[in-house]
C-alpha cells in the first residue's frame, strides 16, 4: 500500500493479527484519504497483505552482517519472555513477524474486527445504503440536501482505548510514537465512506449545515459486559437515568475513561481488544426535519374563548382555543410531529383582540413538508379564517427562526392600547370623569394579581398608564381608552385588586369601580411584516 509508510508496518501488523478490520488499520495508521476508505473491504486486505509481504521482501535482502542501524526485523523478533509473558525489560512480547502475509489475512478476514464492532465492514454495503434509503423514502420528508449523524455504541470508546494502548507500547518497544488524538475518528471514517453512498442514493448532497438529519443509532448486546470495570474503577462516572435504559451512557463511559488510570485499563480490558462475539446492531434509524417557522397576526372576537388550552386540574374547561384553531390547520399542512405556540402576550378568555391583531409565531417541530408559495400561504390563511367566526389571522408567512426575537425585543417597552367598560356604584357625571383625560404618564405599583398568583411569582411591577381618554354613557357606566406600557394588568387598574394595584381608577374616582368588559385595541409591535 503506498500510501503507508515504512514505519506503519508495526501498526498493520498488530492490529490485523489482533482481528482489526482494514478502515480500522487506516485510522490508527492516521491516513486522511477520504478516498481510500470507500475501496471495497477484500480489496484493502489485499493492499494491507501486499504492504506487509513487501515489506517482508525488503527485509529479507538485507545482510545479516549489518548492524547500524539496526533491522526492524530484529526488534520485532520474540524475546525471551518473563514472568507472565513480559521479556527482560518488562514489555509485553513483541508481536511475530508474517512471511507471507496470510496469517495476518486469516485473522482479520471474516471476522466482527476488534475496535469497530463491524460499523466499517457490513453497515459501508450498498445493502445497508439502500435500507437506510428506504426509510428515508418511505417517511416522504421534503428536502433538498441532507446531514447524516451516527450514534455508536459506548464501549467503542473502550475498545479504541484498548487498541491504542497496545499499540502504544508496541511503538514504544520500537523507539516511535502513536499520538492517541492523531488517530481518525470512527465516525469521521464512517461518514467519509457513507456520504457519497447516501447522497447518490437519494439524488441530493450532504451538508453539514442541512436541516434535514438521517440518523442511525447503533446498539451491542455486549456494552454493559465490557464496560462493567470502568463502573467499579469510576462509580461516580455512572448515575442512574429514568430516561436512560443503561447507566452506561457514551458521555459517562468517556468521562470514566479520562478519570482511570493507565495501569488500572491495562488490568481489566485486554489491549489490543479481543475479537466481539457479536456484531453490532442497527438499532434505528430515523429523520428528522429542522423546524419551520410560522407569523402571523390574530385577531379574537369571543370572549369565551382562551388563549391556549384552558385545563385546571386535569380538567378541560373549554371546547377549543385560539392556538388550537391555528394549529389544527398548519399541523396538517405542514406534517409535522408537535408545535410550539408564542405571542407578544396574551389576553384573559373573555377579552376579545381586536384592531390589526396579536403577533403571534408558531414553531412547527419535524416537519414532513417545508416548501410553501406565498400563494399557498394564503390559502392556508383563507382556511383558518373559513373554520371559525372566533377568530381571524393576517399576514400569515413562513418566518426564520431568528426573526422571532424581534417578537419579543423589549416587550415590556412596547406599548398596547386597550378600552374598557367601567361600572361604578356611585352615580357619575360628565365632570367626574373628565379629568381622567388630562392625566399622562400615571405610574402603578401593581403586585402581583390574585388571580394570577398560583403562576407568577409574588413581585411588585412598576407600570406606566401613558395616556387615558374617557366616554361617559349614563350614570354607572363609562367607557375608558388607555394606552399603556406592555405587561400592565388592565383589570385590576380599574378595580384595584383589593389595594394591590395602586392607583386605581375607584380610588381616582373615590368610588367602587368594577370592569365589565375588556378590549385589545391594538398591539404596537412591528412584527411580522404586513402582507
Keep these: 500500500m503506498s500510501c503507508l509508510p515504512e514505519k506503519d508496518r508495526p501498526i498493520v501488523q498488530l492490529l490485523l493479527n489482533a482481528g482489526t478490520c482494514p478502515r480500522c488499520v487506516l485510522r490508527f495508521c492516521r491516513v486522511g484519504s477520504q478516498v481510500l476508505y470507500r475501496h471495497p473491504h477484500k480489496d484493502l486486505m489485499k493492499d494491507l497483505q501486499d504492504f506487509l509481504r513487501k515489506d517482508q521482501e525488503k527485509e529479507d535482502t538485507v545482510g545479516v552482517d549489518v548492524a547500524d542501524p539496526p533491522c526492524k526485523r530484529i526488534r520485532l523478533e520474540h524475546a525471551a519472555e518473563g514472568p507472565d509473558g513480559l521479556n527482560h525489560n518488562g514489555a509485553l512480547p513483541a508481536i511475530p513477524v508474517v512471511k507471507d502475509g496470510n496469517a495476518a489475512m486469516e485473522g482479520s478476514a471474516g471476522k466482527v474486527c476488534n475496535v469497530c464492532l463491524g460499523i466499517l465492514q457490513d453497515f459501508c454495503e450498498a ?43 508496541e511503538m514504544r518497544n520500537l523507539g516511535l510514537s502513536l499520538a492517541k488524538d492523531d488517530i481518525v475518528q470512527l465516525k469521521e471514517a464512517y461518514k467519509w465512506i457513507i456520504h457519497p453512498q447516501l447522497s447518490e442514493e437519494l439524488g441530493v448532497p450532504a451538508d453539514g449545515k442541512s436541516l434535514f438529519e438521517v440518523s442511525v443509532v447503533f446498539a451491542h448486546p455486549e456494552t454493559d459486559e465490557e464496560c462493567h470495570f470502568l463502573a467499579t474503577a469510576c462509580p461516580d462516572c455512572f448515575k442512574p437515568a429514568k430516561n436512560k435504559q443503561s447507566v452506561f451512557t457514551r458521555m459517562a463511559v468517556i468521562k470514566a475513561l479520562e478519570k482511570i488510570k493507565e495501569e488500572d485499563f491495562l488490568k481489566h480490558f485486554p489491549c489490543p481488544p479481543s475479537s466481539p462475539k457479536n456484531l453490532c446492531d442497527a438499532l434505528e434509524i430515523q429523520c428528522n426535519n429542522g423546524a419551520v417557522f410560522v407569523a402571523g397576526r390574530y385577531n379574537k372576537y369571543s370572549r369565551n374563548l382562551p388563549q391556549t388550552p384552558w385545563i385546571i386540574d386535569g380538567e378541560r374547561k373549554l371546547e377549543s382555543s385560539v392556538e388550537e384553531l391555528i394549529s ?112 399622562k404618564e400615571l405610574r402603578l405599583e401593581q403586585k402581583t394579581p390574585l388571580r394570577v398568583l398560583h403562576r407568577r411569582p409574588l413581585a411588585v411591577r412598576c407600570r406606566l ?41 375607584g380610588s381616582l374616582l373615590n368610588r367602587t369601580a368594577d370592569i365589565l368588559e375588556l378590549d385589545v385595541e391594538s398591539v404596537d409591535v412591528d412584527w411580522p411584516p404586513t402582507l
Design 465 to 505: 398608564i401613558h395616556t387615558m381618554s374617557s366616554q361617559y354613557l349614563d350614570e354607572h357606566h363609562f367607557r375608558l381608552h388607555l394606552k399603556t406600557q406592555a405587561g400592565t394588568y388592565i383589570k385590576e387598574f380599574v378595580h384595584g385588586d383589593f389595594g394591590r394595584t395602586k392607583p386605581n381608577i
Design 328 to 439: 389544527e390547520h398548519l399541523m396538517a399542512e405542514f406534517k409535522a410531529d408537535s408545535f410550539n405556540f408564542s405571542s407578544s402576550g396574551r389576553e384573559d378568555v373573555d377579552v376579545r383582540t381586536l384592531g390589526s391583531g396579536r403577533p403571534f409565531a408558531m414553531e412547527l417541530v419535524n416537519p414532513r413538508r417545508i416548501h410553501f408559495t406565498a400563494e399557498e400561504m394564503k390559502r392556508l390563511q383563507q382556511a383558518i379564517n373559513s373554520s371559525s367566526d372566533k377568530i381571524q389571522v393576517r399576514d400569515l408567512q413562513l418566518v426564520t427562526r431568528e426573526a422571532i426575537g424581534r417578537m419579543k425585543e423589549g416587550e415590556e417597552e412596547k406599548t398596547k392600547t386597550y378600552s374598557a367598560l367601567i361600572w361604578t356604584d356611585k352615580a357619575i357625571q360628565r365632570e367626574d370623569i373628565a379629568f381622567l383625560d388630562d392625566i
Design 127 to 169: 445493502d445497508f445504503v439502500k435500507k437506510v434509503c428506504q426509510k428515508v423514502n418511505s417517511a416522504d420528508y421534503q428536502f433538498s440536501s441532507f446531514v447524516f449523524s451516527v450514534s455508536l455504541p459506548p464501549q467503542l470508546s473502550v475498545r479504541e482505548r484498548a487498541a491504542w494502548l497496545g499499540l502504544k507500547q
